[in-house]
């Protein structure tokens, strides 16, 4: 560059779609008045800069809510596109664009619909287009790569149709599946991405390629993130192995047919893991309470969980059954609003049954507790196992809200006792602060619908209040959170109990780095 010229000035925006109550089949673009300093009188979707403080997501939410009203009583995060850079030199900036799709509520969903919709003194109108009207050219009237960015969130429609149906139906799976956990919904992700390749039957180009690593970017980060660390690193797993096979000189067919067979020894090799954690915390339990040659078993061994942990289920019954210890005193806290905790209490008692019948010479104490009932579930505890939705480079662990304070309470109650997580190494996350990963929220349903079960009175008073806060005709403001996970701080946590054994943060560290690797060799240029 000519050391004259003016240097690009680097701004990171956030660009915010708003698509129709029925799935994406409208999309809202706003003309952007003459006040604004760039791109007047252009077609665009809700548009704004990133502050330093906040994430791109945090940014979406505020300037629809300045520029629209909208906020999330009228809106669901639909989805999210991969972020991408380009400069305009005709004003000399270089634009990071972090695409968001939204979904308008309707009116029976609790939203406003559009009615909702109130532009501020950014915007003139707007109106809705089809997808498929949105061109980048001078004619359209949209502001610079205004298809690029609609089409990182409708990736599918790069894709032929049975592969689009396939890649919408994977992700429409995964955004609604509220029962499974992180490993079942990494196996139906792995499932998902093997029915959009079986339905990728072009030549298998560098574009095929493109395609399909998209396809996995989406399967990540729009089906279920907050618990995708895991299916990133499954997916991360297939894409190294299929791309050995990509480079081969081979017949189309042999080709395709070849990466299909991997995908599949991929999600079958995925049943392996379980039986390996149980076997990993049988050994730890073996190590850490078996007494000496001249001491007498401890009388029973105490644990408490909570939530819903098919590898937890297990390992506990496993590791009982090899220990010389012939009573389990096990304590699960119920996990409201769904209750997942009740649900494995079940679970685990019709499992004792059938493993222990009535002739062994062992037994079970299984005491049910409400969430709020964590301090006193943690007396004389030996162990406080955790499952992991999420692990971060640094060792903390984003599992089911309820964690941290069952924690706090056994390290207060109970200090000698052990915090253990159970988890597939595969839930090791990339580098990154843990604040820069959004917490769901759920539907408020969920929690209010257990009020109006048991009868609670006044619940239609904050249900109406919740309904109208923030507009100008209260003073106040109600919400009702549903929010599923938590962190538990590493400091907070003894051991990792995996697959590979018994692991400590160092080695969290050394695995988060080898997922950033791969992350970006795949999904970087995309």
């Known amino acids: 560059m000519n050391q004259s010229e003016p240097e690009f000035k680097e701004r990171s925006v956030v660009s915010s779609f708003i698509c129709s109550s029925g799935g994406a089949t409208q999309v809202a673009l706003f003309r952007r008045s003459e006040k604004v300093r760039t791109y007047q009188n252009h077609l665009a979707p809700i548009s704004g800069s990133i502050e330093s403080h906040e994430t791109p997501v945090a940014a979406a939410w505020r300037e629809l809510k300045e520029e629209t009203t909208l906020t999330q009583q009228d809106l669901e995060l ?62 359209f009237g949209g502001v610079p790569r205004l298809k690029e960015s609609l089409r990182r969130v409708l990736f599918e429609s790069d894709m032929n149709k049975s592969a689009s149906l396939a890649l919408r139906t994977g992700l429409e799976k995964l955004k609604t599946d509220h029962q499974s956990g992180s490993h079942e919904l990494t196996s139906i992700a792995l499932r998902a991405f093997r029915d959009v390749i079986g339905q990728m039957s072009e030549e298998i180009d560098t574009k095929w390629w493109e395609t399909a690593r998209m396809a996995a970017w989406h399967l990540w980060k729009n089906g279920r993130e907050s618990m995708g660390a895991a299916t990133l690193n499954a997916l991360l797993g297939v894409l190294a192995d299929m791309e050995e096979i990509i480079h081969q000189t081979l017949k189309h067919k042999v080709k395709w047919d070849s990466l299909l067979t991997l ?52 390992s506990i ?65 030996d162990f406080v196992l955790l499952g992991a939705d999420r692990i971060s480079d640094l060792g903390s662990v984003s599992n089911k809200t309820g964690s941290l304070p069952t924690v706090l309470s056994a390290r207060y109650i109970c200090p000698g006792a052990k915090v253990l997580v159970l988890s597939e190494l595969e839930k090791v996350a990339e580098p990154g602060a843990e604040s820069s990963h959004s917490h769901e ?35 106040y403001a109600v919400e009702v959170k549903n929010i ?18 018994t692991l400590d943060t160092s080695a969290i560290k050394e695995k988060s780095q080898q997922v950033n690797q791969k992350a970006d060799r795949y999904f970087g240029q995309l």
């Open 441 to 475: 929220e759920n539907d408020p349903k969920e929690v209010i619908g257990c009020w109006l079960n048991s009868g609670m009175k006044g619940v239609d008073t904050l249900t109406g209040a919740a309904e109208v806060a923030g507009q100008d005709s209260v003073n």
């Open 263 to 314: 995908v599949d020894q991929h999600v079958d090799k995925r049943e392996e893991m379980p039986m390996r954690i149980q076997n990993s915390f049988a050994m730890y339990l073996q190590r850490n309470i078996l007494p000496t040659a001249d001491s007498t078993p401890p009388p029973s061994l105490v644990i408490l969980t909570l939530s819903s942990s098919s590898t937890i289920r297990d």
């Open 78 to 139: 639909w989805r999210q596109g991969k972020p991408y850079t380009f400069r305009d030199p005709s004003l000399r900036r270089q634009w990071t664009i972090f695409p968001f799709l939204f979904r308008l509520k309707s009116t029976w969903e609790g939203g406003r619909g559009m009615e909702g919709v109130e532009i501020d003194w950014e915007h003139v109108s707007w109106q809705w287009y089809s997808p498929e009207a949105i061109q980048d050219d001078e004619k």
């Open 317 to 381: 019954l496993r590791a009982f059954g090899s220990l010389p210890i012939r009573n389990l005193d096990l304590r699960i806290l119920e996990s409201r609003p769904l209750c997942e905790g009740a649900n494995m209490a079940s679970s685990i008692l019709s499992a004792f049954r059938s493993r222990f019948p009535l002739t062994s010479d062992r037994s079970l104490k299984l005491t049910v507790y409400t969430d709020a009932s964590a301090a006193l579930a943690s007396k004389d505890v």
């Open 484 to 501: 599923y996970f938590e962190w538990v701080p590493a400091e907070l946590i003894d051991a990792y109990i995996c697959e590979e054994g």
